[in-house]
Every structure is written in structure tokens, then in C-alpha cells.
T-cell receptor, first 114, second 116 residues
Framework: NAGVTQTPKFRILKIGQSMTLQCTQD?????MYWYRQDPGMGLKLIYY???????DKGEVPNGYNVSRSTTEDFPLRLELAAPSQTSVYFC?????????????FGPGTRLTVT | AQSVSQHNHHVILSEAASLELGCNYS??????LFWYVQYPGQHLQLLLK??????LVKGIKGFEAEFIKSKFSFNLRKPSVQWSDTAEYFC??????????????FGTGTRLLVSP
């Protein structure tokens, strides 16, 4: 298993541009998550999905959109990039069973908006 | 609101020193607790987790953590650190929201630097 993969690894955007961060997992996990990591702030949940076709907002969803057309893929869309969206973005997925669980993280995408 | 606090933002230790990183959370209900580690340039990896049972949990690479319910704490420990333990450490707590969704809340992280 490749686990959780993300592309691209790095990206520089100009203000107002748009882009899609890709996330794919091959573990047949229903649950998937997008986080952003800012220095000294820990990880904040942007959006999550409990299965194909079902998504919901996390703590910091403004400026982002997601879709989940398949179990494997959970892309994150930035429509009008702003400097405040400069961050490292992590995608994660978790096992389907209930109770305590572990989230598996991708390698991250470092995004700079100038 | 549920929150997770890590009071040590930066820790510098010499090799073979003992380590204890604090983690406190603000929720009186049932929780699951995790410590993740992020080595330089890498993604987050699970060090250990607590679901129930023995409050002293052993993880990978000689790390352990103790869940003290009365103190809402889940401190991470290692008796003797190595240079390769240099990393950022995140405490995370799983809360169940009113909607039924189980949310993982992360602390702000502790950067550990181990000098050889």
C-alpha cells in the first residue's frame, strides 16, 4: 500500500489564482480529512468526509472547497488564493471501524501565496 | 470548546537526558488520546495511543505516556533521548461532537531538539 499520497509537494501561487491539492488513499478508508498546519498553531481541520459523496466543514473552511466522488480521492480546492492561505496542508484518512482510531497522514503540500 | 494544550513549545536536551512533554485537554467525557511525531521534512506518524485500560501506554522507539483522568493529562515520556528523536511532537485528543462526528483536536506542538 502506498498509504496517503498528496500532490504537489510544493506550490507558489499568486493572489487570486486557484488550484487543487490532490489527495489519494489506497486503504479503502471511508473517512478522510484536510488539515492546515501553521507554525505554533498545530493542525486545524479544514474539511472532512465520511464517505463518497459526503463532506462537511471543519474548523477553518473559509476559502476552500472539497469534493469526494470516489472513496480514494479527496481533492481540496482553493478558488481565490490569499496570503492567509500560505501554509502546509496535510490530508489524512482513517480506518472505518469505530472506537479509538489512528489517522494516517500524507506527506503534505507546502503552499505559498504571494 | 474542546481544546488541547501543550505548554512546552520548545525543548532542548542533551542525548541520554530524560524527556517529559506535557499535554492537557479540556473535556470531561470519554476521550481517546494520541501522540504524533513529525520528523524534519516528514509527515505525522503515530507514536502511541490510549483507548482504555492500563493508563500507562507504551509506544514505538521507547516512548510511553500516562493518562491521568483526574488531571485531564496525557504526558509523553522517554527515559533517555537520542539525537534521532529531534522532531516536533503533537498531542491529539479525539472528542465526540453532538453530531456524532468524532473530531481529532491537536495541540500546538512541541519542538524537541536533542544535541549530540
Amino acid at each position: 500500500n502506498a498509504g496517503v499520497t498528496q500532490t504537489p509537494k510544493f506550490r507558489i501561487l499568486k493572489i487570486g489564482q486557484s488550484m487543487t491539492l490532490q489527495c489519494t488513499q489506497d486503504m479503502n478508508h471511508n473517512y478522510m480529512y484536510w488539515y492546515r498546519q501553521d507554525p505554533g498553531m498545530g493542525l486545524k481541520l479544514i474539511y472532512y468526509s465520511v464517505g463518497a459523496g459526503i463532506t462537511d466543514k471543519g474548523e477553518v473552511p473559509n476559502g476552500y472547497n472539497v469534493s469526494r466522488s470516489t472513496t480514494e480521492d479527496f481533492p481540496l480546492r482553493l478558488e481565490l488564493a490569499a496570503p492567509s492561505q500560505t501554509s502546509v496542508y496535510f490530508c489524512a484518512s482513517r480506518e472505518n471501524r469505530g472506537g479509538g482510531y489512528e489517522q494516517y497522514f500524507g506527506p503534505g503540500t507546502r503552499l505559498t501565496v504571494t | 470548546a474542546q481544546s488541547v494544550s501543550q505548554h512546552n513549545h520548545h525543548v532542548i536536551l542533551s542525548e541520554a537526558a530524560s524527556l517529559e512533554l506535557g499535554c492537557n485537554y479540556s473535556y470531561g467525557g470519554t476521550v481517546n488520546l494520541f501522540w504524533y511525531v513529525q520528523y524534519p521534512g516528514q509527515h505525522l506518524q503515530l507514536l502511541l495511543k490510549y483507548f482504555s485500560g492500563d493508563p500507562l501506554v507504551k509506544g514505538i522507539k521507547g516512548f510511553e505516556a500516562e493518562f491521568i483522568k483526574s488531571k485531564f493529562s496525557f504526558n509523553l515520556r522517554k527515559p533517555s533521548v537520542q539525537w534521532s528523536d529531534t522532531a516536533e511532537y503533537f498531542c491529539a485528543v479525539k472528542f465526540r461532537m453532538n453530531t456524532g462526528f468524532q473530531k481529532l483536536v491537536f495541540g500546538t506542538g512541541t519542538r524537541l531538539l536533542v544535541s549530540p
